[in-house]
Nanobody, 129 residues
Framework: QAQLVESGGGLVQPGGSLRLSCAAS????????VGWFRQAPGKEREAVAC????????YYADSAKGRFTISRNNAGNTVYLQMDVLKPDDTAMYYC??????????????????????WGQGTQVTVSS
């Protein structure tokens, strides 16, 4: 069964770091644009970062620029989100998603579950002292 599985979330103090992983099974993630999203309780889902399949170009939300880094390891069929200098406002459930459209990252901020090829189940990130 083709799926995405996120891992790496947890509880971290403000200023700390976490690396989230998005592992694909049943398909080759390297052929897909991959994005990270987050949703905090009572808030709308927010696009965080995206990496293209064509040339590994990256896109970031303003809230993530300078602190988060998205990258991929095609051999491991995995995409990562390195998160540094974490803040309490980063607390959320983090999801990864993948789409075969090679232009998906240019409009991933408008992505929805119904139109995107794969979504993971999420991993919780809590930033608190």
């Amino acid at each position: 069964q083709a799926q995405l599985v996120e891992s790496g979330g947890g509880l971290v103090q403000p200023g700390g770091s976490l690396r989230l992983s998005c592992a694909a099974s049943g398909f080759t993630l390297g052929f897909y644009d991959v994005g990270w999203f987050r949703q905090a309780p009572g808030k709308e889902r927010e696009a965080v970062a995206c990496i293209t399949s064509s040339d590994d170009s990256t896109y970031y939300a303003d809230s993530a620029k300078g602190r988060f880094t998205i990258s991929r390891n095609n051999a491991g069929n995995t995409v990562y989100l390195q998160m540094d200098v974490l803040k309490p406002d980063d607390t959320a459930m983090y999801y990864c998603a993948a789409d075969i459209d090679r232009w998906w990252c240019t409009y991933y901020t408008r992505a929805n579950s119904a139109d995107t090829d794969y979504w993971g189940q999420g991993t919780q990130v809590t930033v608190s002292s």
